[in-house]
């Protein structure tokens, strides 16, 4: 009788854990400091607070009535994986691929922090390999196409691809003009080798007193897309999570309210959106 209860409290413990794991993630961002000892790996901050504020000044405050609030460094996470793939017929290439976990886009290169445009909408709507081969196809050709082009393009049967592309148009990643399907994205960038341009290094921080933004997808998510996106030759070694420094400078304006604005701590530059961050 008394195994049984031990038995029932270790079932309701490890269930109330694996919730607080799933839903709290507070309780998950403890146990992951915990573990890592209560560190993390972030890019080196580059540029000051005060450094961008001075350099932007003209830019950011119109006159005098505009003035500077105190700045905040927040540390934005992300997925950094070790992978192969295929460059060419008969060439392998291998690298790291760095996704963020609040955008959910890929990071080209990390000197201008140039990012591709159109896998957040993937990742939030779950696009399958088969459906990315669509979505490709139609990347390759400048975001639209005929149905014939495709049809031949994929060497598929019309049943079988008239399922597909219902798929995406319920999922509102195409929509269909006439016999034209093009990608209902504007400025898509998807066609990108799975390979990021790192240029910078790394560096241990502890988590104490740092303000780390919470995780929009998970790295199950980012790893299934990826593989979906980059075709059955693309592997992943390794992940590891990392972070970006960026400043939230907000300004107050003439009228007593507040504008948010966000700056890369790598690079001093300007986000040309705001990581999914609020404003």
């Not at 460094?73 to 290439?93: A, I, Q």
């Not at 994929?154 to 691809?161: A, D, T, V």
Request: aromatic share 10%.
């Amino acid at each position: 009788m008394r195994s049984v209860t031990l038995l029932m409290v270790a079932l309701i413990v490890g269930l109330g854990a694996f919730w607080s794991w799933v839903y709290l993630p507070g309780f998950r961002s403890k146990v992951e400091d915990y573990l890592s000892g209560g560190t993390f790996q972030t890019f080196e901050v580059r540029y000051s607070a005060e450094a961008i504020m001075e350099a932007h000044r003209k830019e950011l405050l119109k006159d005098t009535d505009h003035v500077y609030l105190e700045p905040k460094l927040k540390f934005v996470p992300y997925l950094l994986m070790e992978v192969k793939y295929n460059r060419t017929h008969d060439k392998t290439g291998e690298g790291m691929v760095l996704w963020g976990m609040v955008d959910a886009e890929m990071v080209i290169n990390t000197n201008s922090w140039e990012t591709t445009h159109g896998f957040s909408d993937c990742i939030g709507s779950n696009a399958s390999k088969q459906e990315f081969k669509i979505i490709n196809a139609l990347a390759a050709r400048g975001g639209s196409w005929d149905r014939d082009g495709l049809s031949k393009y994929l060497n598929l049967e019309n049943h079988i691809l008239d399922g597909w592309i219902d798929g995406l148009r319920n999922k509102s990643l195409i929509v269909q003009n006439g016999n034209q399907y093009r990608l209902h994205l504007q400025n898509p960038k998807l066609q990108v080798m799975p390979e990021t341009r790192l240029d910078q290094w790394l560096v241990i921080k502890s988590t104490k007193h740092a303000e780390r933004v919470k995780r929009r997808y998970r790295p199950s998510q980012i790893e299934a897309t990826a593989k979906a996106a980059f075709g059955n030759d693309f592997a992943i070694r390794k992940t590891n999570e990392v972070f970006l420094p960026i400043y939230s400078i907000p300004i107050q304006n003439a009228d007593g309210s507040v504008t948010n604005t966000y700056w890369n701590a790598l690079n001093g530059k300007r986000l040309s959106h705001p990581l999914g961050l609020p404003e």
